[in-house]
């Protein structure tokens, strides 16, 4: 089940680090660089920890990693009291790479998790909150089969999940299980032919991006349709569908991340700075849940 978390992973760590803030590159500071995601039903994640680097330099994880941290992941009760304690180590084979000695515990669903990082030869202190969503859950049958760009779009039906923020959000990724140029579809296939450098293996997992409220149907019995988007198919043949809600400081990070490569409309020379929901640092601490489904998308006939 990570193989299939990874995909979102990597989306969201591409552009944690490459972000550009709002002011003269004479002015550069430098910020602590922070990175985790918890995986309702999967073990508490790791927490990766380096710095920024000016815009002209080449950034390197291996090169930008902090050591000497103190990490502290707490579970919350409703009252925002602590009710549980996990304390990280770094890893012996990572350097900058954060593990939770308590290698049995699983994160849950609905419940907050506050994370908290001191250091012991500088002053920083880092902090962030993530509220895991309600578990996903597909109640439909899926196809065996799927034509690719026909009317009768792929639909995914999932139980009726308990808010635990303001709105629901989903992504959809797609993991090829049969990634081929011959099998790459019409849109994905015209980018490989005119780019000499790409790879299709960039493409063996492919991300639908945010799916809000306002794309998704709600049911009578309280359930949510979803309509998958041919965006997100990039081979015919075989593929794994996961479908994962989001908890807010993903959903923020991806969001910003957006508006920034051009999803809206912006002044000349304005580009905001990424949302990212970190006390005293930059970076990404947040959560998610997913429920995977298999089908085939087939060729137009």
């Known amino acids: 089940m990570k193989k299939i978390f990874s995909t979102t992973l990597v989306l969201f760590t591409a552009f944690i680090l490459f972000s550009c803030d709002s002011y003269d590159q004479d002015d550069y500071r430098e910020y602590i660089v922070v990175e985790g995601y918890a995986v309702a039903g999967e073990l508490l994640p790791d927490i990766r920890i380096s710095t920024t680097t000016p815009a002209n330099a080449e950034y390197s994880f291996e090169d930008n990693v902090i050591r000497n941290a103190i990490v502290l992941v707490s579970l919350l009760d409703d009252n925002g009291e602590v009710e549980e304690v996990f304390e990280y180590v770094e890893s012996f084979e990572e350097r900058g790479i954060y593990m939770p000695i308590v290698q049995s515990y699983r994160v849950e669903a609905r419940r907050t998790y506050k994370l908290d990082i001191v250091f012991t030869d500088r002053d920083d202190q880092i902090s962030a909150v993530t509220t895991v969503p309600d578990q996903v859950a597909v109640v439909n049958e899926i196809p065996e089969s799927v034509v690719y760009q026909s009317e009768n779009q792929l639909e995914i ?145």
């Not at 990724?173 to 960039?202: G, K």
């Not at 009578?220 to 349709?225: E, Q, R």
């Not at 479908?243 to 999803?263: A, E, F, M, P």
């Open 157 to 301: 039906v999932l139980a009726e999940p308990q808010q635990t923020r303001d709105q629901n959000v989903f992504v959809f990724n797609t993991i090829s299980l049969e990634p081929a140029i011959e099998n790459l579809t019409p849109f994905y296939l015209s980018i490989v032919e005119d780019e000499d450098d790409v790879d299709i293996s960039e493409y063996v997992r492919n991300s639908s991006g945010l799916i809000n409220e306002g794309n998704f149907d709600p049911l009578p019995d309280g359930t949510i349709l979803l309509r998958f988007p041919w965006i997100g198919v990039a081979f015919y043949g075989d593929n794994l569908v996961v479908t994962l809600s989001v908890d807010k400081n993903l959903s923020d990070v991806i969001r910003s991340q957006d508006v920034q490569l051009g999803g809206s409309t912006l002044s000349p020379g304005e580009i905001p700075n990424l949302i990212y929901n970190i006390e005293g640092g930059i970076g990404v601490f947040g959560s998610m849940t997913a429920d995977t489904v298999r089908t085939s998308f087939s060729r137009p006939f």
